[in-house]
């Protein structure tokens, strides 16, 4: 087992996603991706994905495994604890009735998931690709970014920083300000493409057609 290996990355799941996800990435990276070489993919990469596969569908593997990437994470790029109810989900300062943290300005309003899904017709349809201002850590910490697709519920961005599963971002574009959890991420052409789930949020605009997209 190799620490530099990320066996989730690989699968492009979150480390906390259940059996039934893992088995399902995998189908689709083996057949619908054609990365099986019967399919004509690549044997050196499919072996990969195998050991991936195998050691996470193995409970006592993967809790082992588990343990091994954890201490191979520098504890600075290592994803924030969760948050403490009542508090906000970035800083950590205690909540307030106001909108916003008083401590670091992030929005508070909680997104919530049904809400989402019933307002994906009610807000105007935003351009693909904005720049998008990231911090991360506390005190934050800025990186340029930019985003790929946005949805209610989340959005598909690319940045030159390291994310990690699991770490809480503050964000802001045209389209919303936001405090997101990093869901999955690849590297691509020397760049971070993250997936983010939103954990509150407040949308520029409320009016119109909003792009359908996946997170």
């Not at 019967?38 to 994905?49: R, S, T």
């Not at 790029?77 to 307030?96: D, I, N, Q």
């Not at 800025?142 to 770490?167: K, N």
Request: charged share 25%.
């Amino acid at each position: 087992m190799q620490p530099a290996v990320d066996y989730y990355e690989i699968l492009h799941v979150h480390p906390e996603a259940p059996l039934e996800i893992i088995k399902a990435s995998y189908r689709t990276l083996m057949q619908r991706l054609r990365a099986h070489p019967d399919l004509g993919g690549d044997a050196a990469k499919a072996a990969v994905i195998n050991e991936a596969y195998e050691t996470l569908r193995d409970g006592q593997r993967r809790e082992a495994y588990d343990i091994q990437r954890q201490r191979a994470v520098p504890a600075s790029a290592r994803p924030a604890a969760k948050p403490v109810t009542g508090t906000c989900p970035y800083c950590a300062e205690r909540a307030t009735r106001e909108a916003d943290c008083r401590r670091c300005g992030a929005p508070l309003t909680p997104l919530h998931r049904d809400d989402a899904a019933r307002g994906a017709r009610t807000l105007l349809r935003m351009p693909r690709r904005q720049a998008l201002r990231l911090q991360h850590g506390w005190p934050s910490q800025s990186a340029s970014a930019h985003t790929r697709d946005i949805s209610t519920q989340g959005m598909l961005i690319e940045t030159r920083e390291p994310l990690v599963p699991g770490q809480m971002l503050l964000l802001e574009c045209e389209a919303c300000r936001a405090i997101a959890r990093v869901v999955h991420r690849r590297e691509e052409g020397g760049l971070c493409v993250a997936g983010l789930e939103f954990v509150t949020v407040t949308f520029a605009r409320a009016r119109g057609t909003f792009v359908s997209a996946t997170a």
